[in-house]
């Protein structure tokens, strides 16, 4: 069945310039974004460029400076947090140390006023979605970091809100266990089809779980759309360099005669699109290590001597110094054969391989 089209375009939330100031200091300038219904959405960035701001305007714990937030089409900027339909995960999960792991997940479902059957049943349906039915009856003290965590997952998601907010959920756990409970709640997202806002200032975590990552930097919204987008289409030299590894040259734009255009930088003169760019403008050229190949194939080239060779298993990476201690990363794939430390080597691109980002 087709959905109604104002059913498909509504958002589920609307941040609608949404801005805070704290005296003199902007934590989050005007700030726009659509979530759509069911949608993982990260916010994505550096300490300090307003991603805990930004989530706690939305969940009511924190009040705008200016800006309005709607939910489902109705104005909820001046909701009490009680009474938003909204869940909550934090790094520090504050469970209530005197309660089992079944009571503390039961706990917003009495509050809600759920008769003891209905929580039985649903706490036991939660216990099962995070694999925890074994340790219902432990205390917080007596569970790992992981599991403690998970129970805080199970206790948001139980009571069904439609919007979950996380900030850095992960943050205290160890990078396999973090990676095992990304996976969690990417099955838990699966299963219940609630619109999540995730923070995080981990790009790899942000490549995993979004379905369309929110990159900030200083105060303010940098570029927002799916992973592959912004790892490929990158529109500034920040975007590409928090986001996968990137190679930058800054430069000027030459347009010669018959419109060829070149990215003038200090370690050299490359071909470049020119469509749409006017001469002399300041530019940046990503290249990604992994389409950098060795030796003299495409059009671009350049040259420089192998400064370290770096083993990360599926890859081997050459960290290449081209003009005076700058360096830049090539990807080779197993079984390629490895240039040694102190070698001289080429290196080229296809101009099409490189974006061309603002500085
Ligand atoms: N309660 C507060 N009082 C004063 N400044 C704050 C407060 N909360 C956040 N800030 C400032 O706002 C900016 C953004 O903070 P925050 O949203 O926590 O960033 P992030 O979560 O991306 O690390 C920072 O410069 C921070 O110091
Ligand atoms: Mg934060």
Redesign the pocket.
Known sequence: MLAKPEQATRPKLLVDGLAKSYGATVALKPTHVAVQPGEFLTLLGPSGSG??TLLQMISGLVLPTEGRLFVDGSNETDTPVHKRDIGLVFQHYALFPHLTVAENIGFPLKMRGKSRAEVDRQVKGALDMVQLGHLAGRFPRELSGGQQQRVALARCFVYQPSIILM??PLGALDKKLREHMQFEIKRLHRQTGATIIY?THDQEEALALSDRICLMNHAMVEQIGPPQEIYSRPRTAFAADFIGISNIFRGRVEIGSGGVAHLSTESGRYRIDGTGLSNNAEMALVVRPEHLELGSTGANEISGRVAEVVYAGSETRLLVDITAGELVTVRVLPGKPLPSIGETIRLSWAPEAAVLVTP
């Open positions: 991603k805990t900030d850095e923070v």
